[in-house]
């Protein structure tokens, strides 16, 4: 699946390391099956008369679905350079008659929910209170103080969702941001051992970029469209989504403008999750929470930072917290479709297992 670069490395690249082990099955290339995916290229409005010099300015500007395409607002496409109101109104007519109205029925979205890809944790007991694992086209959260697992589901992840479907994975690619250089290409192939796969070719298809700050962050993920839009991604990584917003933006008199940057960020991944059929997930750091101690408050004095922004864009959150010796405890704490749950893991060699 992936091809090996023959430039410089950049800051966005795959990660590769010496190889220890025979080269493994997984992960190679994807089926229509296992893609899943039901986007439309924008290449595709040249049927509609849309010329192909318009088609390379939405892809400069990170549109390459249709299905991104009609999500931008029309003031913001109108920013795009040579793109004047009349164009605009034309490539907006040519969307909507080739996608349709927006309106399907119940029967329909359950037919589409059936393409979401359940993705395994690692431990049996995570995956059981999820209802299968990590699932596509959904916002997952993480948070709880450190030594908890957080960076270690990340890489856990990156591992999991290469495995065929049978085995609890997604047979796919992984785009691993990294805000807090603590991506360890070493662990990857430790984890990788657990399940008998060649380290060199699991790190092969994992994309990495180590970004500085909350501006190149989101410019990172604006430049995800072009990569998912080869149908061999199945999980965007954020780790973690907060630190950079929370050093670049200090202070209340920039709070009203970092969440707002923030809000733009969660909903760029949003569109990609639905867009491409993948899973998305941000660990997330704590604060205290003096309130808390009042009153009885899941995690104690803790509360994830992020505010009212990042706990609405999340689909699922779960917060994580230390239990006896070994022991780690997943409270699921928000799902639109599971109940509020708790389950045990350790934190072993193989990454996230069962106590």
């Known amino acids: 699946m992936a091809r090996k670069s023959t430039s410089q490395p950049t800051r966005e690249q795959s990660v590769a390391a010496p190889s220890t082990r025979a080269p493994s099955p997984p992960p190679t290339t994807l089926d ?11 290449d595709e409005l040249q049927q509609h008369g849309i010329n192909v010099q318009d088609i390379i300015k939405l892809k400069s500007a990170g549109l390459y679905t249709m299905q991104g395409a009609r999500a931008m607002p029309r003031r913001q496409m109108l920013k795009i350079k040579g793109f004047s109101d009349a164009k605009v109104d034309k490539i907006r007519d ?7 109205s927006g309106f399907q029925s119940g029967a329909q979205a359950m037919e589409k929910r059936k393409a979401v890809i359940n993705i395994s944790t690692g431990s049996k007991s995570v995956d059981a209170m999820l209802g299968g694992g990590l699932q596509t086209r959904c916002i997952t959260e993480v948070y709880g103080e450190y030594r908890t697992g ?7 992840m990156s591992v999991m969702v290469q495995l065929p479907r049978d085995m609890g994975g ?5 785009a691993y941001i990294d805000t807090e250089g603590t991506f360890r290409p070493e ?4 984890i990788a051992e657990r399940f008998n796969l060649d380290g060199n070719e699991v790190l092969e298809n994992i994309t990495h970029a180590r970004v500085l700050n909350s501006e190149d962050q989101m410019e990172i993920i604006g430049k995800l469209a072009e990569r998912l839009a080869d149908g061999h991604y199945r999980l965007i990584i954020v780790d973690s989504i907060m630190a950079l ?10 709070l009203s403008e970092r969440q707002q940057k923030l809000a733009q960020c969660l909903n760029q991944l949003t569109r990609l999750a639905e867009e491409f059929n993948v899973a998305v997930l941000l660990t997330n750091q704590v604060q205290s929470d003096p309130g808390a101690t009042m009153v009885f408050v899941a995690g104690g004095a803790l509360k994830p930072v992020g505010g009212h922004v990042l706990s609405h864009a999340s689909t699922v959150r779960i917060f994580l917290r230390k239990g006896r010796g070994e022991e780690r405890v997943a409270k699921l704490s928000d799902s639109p479709d599971r109940p509020e749950g708790e389950a045990s893991y350790k934190l072993s060699q193989g990454g996230w ?3």
Not at 187 to 190: C, D, T, W
Not at 245 to 254: A, K, L, N, P, T
């Open 187 to 190: 662990r990857i192939v430790a």
């Open 170 to 174: 997604a047979n796919g690619r992984v």
């Open 94 to 100: 040519a969307l909507t008659k080739s996608l349709g």
């Open 32 to 42: 229509e099956e296992d893609s899943g995916s039901q986007f439309s290229l924008v």
């Open 353 to 355: 297992d069962d106590v």
């Open 245 to 254: 917003f929370r050093v670049d933006y200090s202070g209340r008199g920039e």
């Open 150 to 156: 957080k960076t270690q589901l990340a890489h856990t």
